[in-house]
C-alpha cells in the first residue's frame, strides 16, 4: 500500500467528506442505569444485499446490550442519527434494533464481527428522503489494495444530549495497514485486518477515545487511471487498542461474498443449517 501527500490531501478535503458523509450514520438509545439515563451512541452503516437495505453494525455491540437487558436495566429511545444528512432542527429517527430481524455473526478467535439488521420499507423511505445512503456491491473494495484507509465513526466522548435533540460529531482518520500485536494471542483474530492509526495528524489526539465508533465504516482510497482517487468500503471497526492506536477490523468484501452464498444455498433449497 502506498502512501502519498495526495492521498492525505484527499482525505482533508471537502470532496472526501461529501464522498462519505451520507454513509456514515449512528444509532443509539437511552440506558435507564443512572437519573437522568446517559445515552450509548454507537457506529454503523447500511448495505443493499439482495435488493434489501440493512444495517451494518458490530456483533460485540448487540452482545453488550444484551447484557445490560439481561441485568433489568431498561432501554428505551432507540433511533439512527443520520447526523450529515437530516436538518439540523429535526429528530432523529425512531429505530429499535431489539425489534428487528438480525444476522450475528461473532467469532472471537477467527475475528468475526459482523450483525445486519433489517429495515422495513419505511425506514427505508424516510431515511432516503433525508439523504442517508445505502452502500451497493460496486461501491466494496478490497482493502488490502487501496492506497490508504480511513477510519470513520461517531466517537461517544463527542455526544450531547440537547434535550430532546441528540448532538454528535463525526471523526475519521487515516491508518495504514500493519502487522497483528506482538501481545495478540496467536490463536485470536485469525481473518482480523490490523491498522495503525495517525493520530498525529489530528488536533488534541491525546484525549481521543474511540469508543462508540465500533461498526463505523472504513473506507479505501483507490488510485484510477486519470490520477484521481476513488473512496470504496473494505472493512468495518471492530476494536482497538488505546496504547499502540492500533484497530482491528474486519473485512467487508469476503463478508458478503459468503452472506451471496448462503442466499444462493437457501433459494436453491440447500439447507445453511449444521
Not at 21 to 30: K, Y
Not at 31 to 58: E, K, Y
Not at 89 to 98: G, R
Request: hydrophobic content about 40%; charged content about 25%.
Amino acid at each position: 500500500m502506498k502512501h502519498d501527500t495526495q492521498t492525505s490531501n484527499l482525505v482533508d478535503s471537502e470532496e472526501f467528506k461529501k464522498a462519505i458523509e451520507s454513509i456514515v450514520t449512528s444509532f443509539g438509545f437511552a440506558v435507564h442505569d443512572q437519573d437522568p439515563p446517559r445515552i450509548i451512541s454507537c457506529s454503523c452503516f447500511f448495505l443493499i444485499i439482495n435488493g434489501v437495505w440493512v444495517m451494518c453494525t458490530a456483533a460485540h455491540i448487540l452482545d453488550d446490550i444484551e447484557k445490560l437487558s439481561a441485568k433489568g436495566i431498561s432501554l428505551s429511545k432507540w433511533h439512527i442519527n443520520d447526523v450529515f444528512s437530516k436538518n439540523e432542527n429535526s429528530f432523529a429517527y425512531p429505530f429499535d434494533i431489539t425489534k428487528r430481524n438480525q444476522l450475528r455473526i461473532r467469532n472471537d478467535d477467527l475475528g468475526l464481527d459482523y450483525c445486519l439488521i433489517q429495515v422495513e420499507e419505511l425506514a427505508i423511505k424516510n431515511m432516503s428522503q433525508s439523504g442517508v445512503r445505502a452502500i451497493n456491491r460496486e461501491m466494496i473494495g478490497d482493502a488490502k489494495t487501496a492506497d490508504k484507509w480511513v477510519v470513520t465513526g461517531f466517537p461517544s466522548q463527542f455526544l450531547q444530549k440537547d434535550g430532546t435533540r441528540i448532538k454528535q460529531k463525526h471523526f475519521f482518520v487515516e491508518a495504514t495497514p500493519t502487522a497483528r500485536p506482538t501481545n495478540l494471542e496467536k490463536d485470536k483474530n485469525v481473518h482480523s485486518l490490523f491498522g495503525k492509526l495517525a493520530l498525529s495528524k489530528v488536533p488534541n489526539s491525546e484525549v481521543i477515545d474511540l469508543d462508540g465508533m465500533s461498526g463505523g465504516p472504513i473506507f479505501g482510497l483507490y488510485k484510477n487511471e486519470d490520477g484521481k482517487f476513488g473512496v470504496k468500503l473494505v472493512a468495518m471497526q471492530s476494536g482497538w487498542f488505546p496504547e499502540s492506536h492500533i484497530i482491528t477490523a474486519c473485512p467487508i468484501s469476503p463478508f458478503l461474498d459468503a452472506i451471496d452464498q448462503l442466499i444462493k444455498d437457501e433459494q436453491d433449497g440447500i439447507s445453511v443449517i449444521a
